[in-house]
Every structure is written in structure tokens, then in C-alpha cells.
């Protein structure tokens, strides 16, 4: 094991989130008890939505200090009841308050995380516990349930299938396991169905392939919103299907067509609003491999195939920038990042217009990953997740795009980039603003930024004066200077500075079905499109 300092607890809560989606194992973050809990709380959260295994291990008072069932609100120091707090956003959680159970608690809480859906859990170790002598051989272990394999209702997707003429696959977070990748590519190469993804479905394949769209939703990529609108079939591995997808109007979504819908939470299938679909529960690999053993008939997709591909050159997210973007200058730094990044290479990205310019523009390489919070969403997460995945992975470069409003919020990452010499790019989108909130005051609250602009309140600091104090090089670009952005071996802080308000396009606006995003196109270019295919 190796102790890596971070600064904060949250910084080193979703470090360890970075570490364990790398890794493919699980990360841990230790912190003291009360506010050392709260602030790791944001990680915790988010490794709990984002179904990412981690142990998390608080320090509490000693057990004759903890006040356990006294309606008292505090006996000891910094004591606070963290079971109670955390259950909602964990797993598991359980206050380890006897020396025989470390081993049991241990082994249960690494099975808990690492199995079934994934996610965090939390022990919390009081302080006489912690230091207590004892010899693990003579402990109890931990002896999982043995859990039923799920059926999957084979017959009722095969028929699917081949009665589908325009069919599509959604790929989700939850795309992922061991041999997934090669069992998926398998099945893509046999049937050439085109493939769109979720946000946090980005990555999941080499989306060099022929008949990759790109990433549906809200700030979904156009051509990939108007392509689900006509399958008649879409296959769903791994995604949740939540109104960042399907667009506030669920009800008109693939009203026409049906739904394979595959997922490892029952309860994901149980409770979704879609009515029009066939529930799979089922991990991505087993529904994948038990696909692999059936001999399907596929119908010729040439057609669809053909639309899809005029689909995506005429509505393609270059297109969309170069016809209805104002300011270009933040799509025109991913294109850049698109141009000097290589296969292997990773993105972490923030929370904001940084992440929806990145998950819209960048075009993933082989064997990249995209790495982002689209559950929880905290500002700050790139940073600590970028120090997580180097960890990991040493050898890789690690590009952290974040905006100005996040790189605040996580600054302390700074140091341990510097400290231990990561290899990671610091990329600030810096708007000297929280643009997604003013596209949204800019939207709704009729130009009201308050709180958002320089001139309502908000004002950034002297990045390179930061730069220099933390010890990293420092570059700093606009969008005339971009030619000279290169890549550097070393850890960076990269600032771009982009003047004047900025906007997401597309975007989806309320009470709008998926394929209708603003800036809408006009009636009879939409209808026309739409209608080539019938």
C-alpha cells in the first residue's frame, strides 16, 4: 500500500474514484471523523451514483467517548454518527466499534463494492478500535451469499431483434466488465448497427467505428438525437435511461419503436417511467455473451446504415459549431485537444460548459477514455479524478479540462499534481465566468446574471501567480494563439482564455422531445430529414 497526501478529503475522495476506474479495482480514502467526513462526503456521493467501488474509512472517537443511543447531540470531540449520515449515498456502511469483526467488516465491505452493482462503502473506525492489537488469521472472514444467476428472456429478444429494421445501441456507464469490450465489438462487427452513447457512456467503445453517431441527451450531439428518434429498436446496455437522455417529454420518446433494456439494478428497471420496453436484468457481459450462443437472423440495415452516415455529415457537431455558435473559441481548444492527443491518452473533465463542449467535441482515440460525473456532477471533480488515474497508470498523459468556476473549487489538487510529479494537463476553459448558469439565466430568467460575470460578482484569480506558487509550468493561449498548444511531458496549468459570454449547443430546452434540441432547425428541413427514411 502507499499513503498519497491530497490536501483536502474530498480531493482525496474522488482521487480514489479516479484510482478505481483505472485500475478496474477499488480505491480507498481515509479521513479523521466529523468535518473530515463532511468534506469527504461530495466523493462518497458521487461514488455512490456513479457506481464506482471505493472503501471509504473514517476515524471516530473511542467507543467510551461515542454517545452511541444518548439523546445528546455530541459526547466527544469532532464525534459525529456517520453511519446514519452516509447510509443514503453508500452501499454499506457500518460504525466497526469491536476488534474481532476488523477482518469480517474488512472482507464484507471489499465484496460489497466490488460486486454486483458497484460502489462505495464506509467503515467508521473509532480511535480504540484502530489501535487495537490483533492477529487476522484468528478472526472471522467474511462468506458471501451464494446470489441466483438472472434469466434472461433470450426468446423475447431475439424476436426483437430481427423483426428490427432500424435498430440502435445505447451505451451506458454500466457498459463495462471483463471482456465486454471484445464480446461488444464482436457483436457490432457482426451486425454493423449503428451505436450512440450516454455521457457516461463515452469511451466505452473505439468510437472510430464506422457506424458510431455520437452521444445522445440533452446536450446530445444532433445528429445522434434525431437518429434515435427513427430506430424502431433501441438496445440499452448499462444505461439508466433518465430524463437526460430521453428529454423531459420521456413520453415521446421512441414512442414508435421498443426497447431491449439491459441493466444490473433491478430496481433501474422496476422503477424507469418507459413503458415500451423489455427489461434485461442482467450485466452487460452475461446479455452479451448470451447473445454469442444464439444464431439471429439480422435484416439488411444498408438503408438505415446510409441515413445515418448523411445524418452524421450533415449534422455532425462541426457542423453544428460552424452554423450556429457565436463564440467558437471553447470548441475550437477541444478541436485542438482532438488534434495533439494520442491513443491511450485520458480526459477527465469537469462539471459545466467544460464538460458538455468536451463530451460533444472531442473525438475518442483508441484505447482513450473519457472520465466525468453525470450523476452527483460536483464542480471540481477533474482535477482529483485526473490525480486518481495517474496513480494508476503512471505511463499515461492525462488531460483535465475543467472551467474556472471547478478549478476553484478543487486548487489544493494543485499541490499534489506538483508534489508528486504527475503527468497530468491542467486545461482551464477560462470564460472568467459560470457559463452554464448564465446560458441558463440567459435562457430563463431574462438576462439576470447575477453572481455568474465579473461585472454581477464573480472575478477569478491570477492564474499564473497560482501556477508559480504550486511550482508547475504555466501556458496560457486564446483562441488566435491555439496553433502554438502542444503537447508537454510534465504536469501543467494551461489557461485559456476565452472572452465573452459562451454558450452549449446544442441543448435541449424544457418540454421538448430529444430530436428538437435548440437552436431548432427550421420545420422543413427537420421534416425533410426525418422523412427520407421512411
Known sequence: MRYIQTYHEQTAAIAAEGYAIESGKFGVAICTSGPGVTNMMTGIADAFFGSIPVIFISGQVNTYEYKYGKPIRQLGFQEMEVVNVVKPITKYAVLLDKPEDIRYELEKAVYIATHGRKGPVAIDLPMNISRAEIDPEKLKGYVPEVEEAATIPIAEVIKLIENAKRPIILLGGGATGEGVDKKLNKFLAETGIPVITSLMGRGIIDETYPHYVGMVGSYGNRCANMAVAKADLLITLGSRMDTRQTGAMYQEF???????????????????????????????????????????????????????????????????????????????????????????????????????????????????????????????????????????????????????????????????????????????INNSALGLITQFQHLYFNDRMYGTTKVSGFINPDLKSIAKAYGVRYFEYTSDSLNEFEAVEGPVLINYVVEGLTTVSPKLEYNKPIDKPSPQLPDDEYQRVMDSID
Not at 423489455?278 to 441515413?307: G, M, P, R
Request: hydrophobic residues 40%; proline residues 2%.
Open 254 to 428: 421512441l414512442k414508435d419503436g421498443k426497447i431491449i433494456h439491459v441493466d444490473l439494478d433491478e430496481n433501474e428497471l422496476d422503477y424507469h417511467r418507459l413503458e415500451n420496453r423489455l427489461k434485461v436484468h442482467s450485466s452487460v457481459a452475461d446479455f452479451l455473451n448470451a447473445l454469442d450462443k444464439e444464431t439471429i437472423t439480422y435484416q439488411d440495415y444498408s438503408k438505415w446504415n446510409a441515413w445515418v452516415d448523411k445524418l452524421k455529415e450533415n449534422y455532425s457537431q462541426d457542423k453544428e459549431v460552424e452554423r450556429f455558435v457565436g463564440n467558437k473559441a471553447p470548441y475550437q481548444l477541444l478541436q485542438r485537444l482532438n488534434d495533439i492527443s494520442r491513443e491511450g491518452d485520458v480526459f477527465t473533465v469537469d462539471v459545466g460548459q467544460n464538460q458538455m463542449w468536451s463530451a460533444q467535441t472531442l473525438k475518442l482515440k483508441k484505447g482513450q477514455r473519457f472520465v466525468n460525473s453525470g450523476g452527483l456532477a460536483p464542480m471540481g471533480f477533474a482535477m482529483p479524478a485526473a490525480i486518481g488515474i495517474a496513480f494508476a497508470n503512471p505511463k499515461k498523459t492525462v488531460y483535465c479540462v475543467t472551467g474556472d468556476g471547478g478549478f476553484h473549487m478543487a486548487l489544493q489538487s494543485m499541490l499534489t499534481i506538483a508534489q508528486y510529479n504527475l503527468n497530468i494537463k491542467v486545461v482551464v
